[in-house]
């Protein structure tokens, strides 16, 4: 059986799962490092441990997070990378990110502005006319800060009957290899109503990263994965973190991603590792792991990829809504205020079979990254309450 076939057929039942995840202590041990003397040690962990084992003992297959403190790296890793192979997850896994890639597509965008190439207050229609039009939606009344902040507007992509039953159904196994463009998921917004008009409400929305992606490349002529490998990755050394485009893998080590495509919990788990990524684009196509996603984070909040006047812009936020004060939106990146009184800043990613967060203190000194290979709708906060609160 081919490849593809093997995978399209593919299907564990949450009962399966849930078996071998209480049995984790002996078919996937739990992993934990520890950068030696001086560090903060087993102790300071101890509430992420916990949350880590209470995800895999809820049915998810396995968890990896990394932390840097002052008291330097800790990793560890929980539950299972390989279902069938009731192989363990490892700590130094590869995964897809989802959507923190918009933090990276924010990041460039501000360097742009930085270097007078373009202004965060500029149109969208300015910049991609007729792009963005029909239906109500009017390019020349949206920002780029809007689109970077999610006020823009524009209708969510990801709410199109059509595409999501091809991505978040399981019309998925039939399509997960399919190649999508920025113009032709744009177009699928376009059909629709906006959702507000621009800055008088907040949504959030993979339309808005969408065209951001294309005004990177209006303004450099060259695609944002090519701004973002010679901008961040490469001077950063990310040398886990990769920009796919069509690429269907994972570069290993990595774990199988498992995702019950809108089924409900005691429905079939199936496995999603292999995908095209053009799905997401510029929204959410990117690969790392939680090292290079903490490097990324502590060095952009420290000032050292954005000058001080575009770091605060970036961190300059608006409320997204009445009932979750704790929660406000940035330009590509969210802040949030942790029960204890912390605020941390980050981002989360959802893809099939693959759930993530990373978030870091005002200062880049306290960093946490971390993935789910399980239901994109896994909720991983938690992980962060955990680790800043002892929560």
């Avoid at 995978?7 to 049995?23: F, K, N, P, R």
């Avoid at 970036?314 to 912390?342: K, N």
Wanted: charged content about 20%.
């Amino acid at each position: 059986m081919n490849l593809r076939r093997r995978l399209s057929v593919a299907a564990i039942s949450v009962t399966a799962l849930t078996t071998l995840a209480t049995a984790t202590a002996t078919a996937a041990p739990r992993q934990e490092h520890h950068p030696g003397p001086g560090a903060t040690g087993t102790a300071s962990h101890e509430a992420t441990r916990k949350a880590m084992d209470a995800l895999v003992a809820a049915g998810n297959p396995g968890v990896t997070a990394r932390v840097t403190d002052a008291g330097g790296p800790w990793k560890a890793a929980a539950g299972l990378g390989d279902i069938e192979r009731e192989t363990p997850r490892g700590a130094d896994d590869h995964y897809r990110v989802a959507s923190i890639t918009k933090t990276f597509v924010a990041t460039v965008v501000l360097q742009l502005e930085a270097e007078g190439k373009l202004d965060l207050d500029d149109t969208v229609g300015s910049w991609l006319p007729g792009v963005v039009e029909g239906n109500g939606h009017d390019g020349d009344r949206i920002t780029i800060r809007q689109l970077l902040n999610h006020s823009s507007g524009i209708y969510d992509v990801n709410t199109d009957p059509e595409y999501a039953r091809k991505i978040f159904t399981k019309d998925f196994l039939e399509h997960r290899y399919d190649t999508w463009t920025p113009a032709q998921m744009i177009a699928m917004a376009m059909r629709h109503e906006p959702h507000n008009a621009p800055g008088e409400g907040v949504l959030y929305s993979k339309t808005n990263f969408l065209l951001a992606g294309l005004i990177i490349e209006k303004a450099t002529g060259r695609a944002y994965g090519d701004e973002i490998r010679r901008r961040i990755i490469n001077p950063l050394h990310l040398r886990g973190t990769r920009v796919p485009g069509t690429a269907t893998t994972l570069p290993r080590p990595s774990a199988r991603g498992y995702d019950l495509l809108s089924g409900t919990p005691g429905s079939t788990l199936y496995d999603t590792t292999e995908l095209n990524p053009s799905y997401a684009g510029a929204a959410g196509e990117m690969i790392s792991n939680s090292a290079d996603l903490n490097r990324f984070y502590s060095a952009l909040l420290r000032g050292k990829l954005l000058p001080k006047r575009q770091l605060a812009e970036m961190t300059t936020t608006i409320p997204v809504h009445p009932d979750v004060p704790q929660v406000r939106f940035g330009l590509g990146l969210f802040s949030y205020q942790l029960s204890c009184g912390i605020t941390v800043w980050g981002h989360t990613g959802s893809a099939p079979g693959s759930s993530s967060v990373v978030v870091t203190t005002s200062d880049g000194r306290h960093t946490l990254a971390a993935n789910v290979n399980g239901d994109r709708n896994t909720y991983t906060l938690q992980l962060v309450e955990a680790e800043f609160c002892g929560a």
